[in-house]
């Protein structure tokens, strides 16, 4: 299988999957978060940087949500291969970081 198949399958594009999709899951219920907000908070809620009711509300839709856990596991997958990528690196040159905050500090203050 190919890395496009496998990532066809896990977001549930492969033709198969059932009515239950990811391992099982259903659909959101009733009241829960809508698809679309929790998408909106995928990366504050994989970073921590959600409140704790809101983060609480992220899980639950993830945990039931045969759409969207799948995108979940793999930007999970992404930021974790990603971080062990950074720990083999040394750190960025100091003029480089200098002109990164001299860039920043330009777009703050547009």
């Known amino acids: 299988m190919t890395f496009i198949e496998r990532i066809k399958k896990l977001l549930g594009r492969d033709g198969g999957g059932g009515a239950n999709g990811a391992h099982g899951m259903p659909g959101p219920m009733p009241g829960m978060m809508a698809c679309e907000e929790a998408m909106v908070y995928l990366y504050e809620y994989l970073d921590g940087e959600l409140d704790h009711a809101p983060a609480d509300q992220v899980r639950a839709h993830f945990e039931v949500c045969k759409r969207c856990y799948p995108h979940l596991k793999l930007e999970e997958a992404f930021l ?31």
């Open 80 to 110: 974790d291969s990603v971080q062990r990528a950074a720990e083999g690196c040394d750190k960025a040159p100091a003029s480089l970081r200098e002109r990164i905050t001299i860039g920043l500090a330009a777009e703050e203050a547009r």
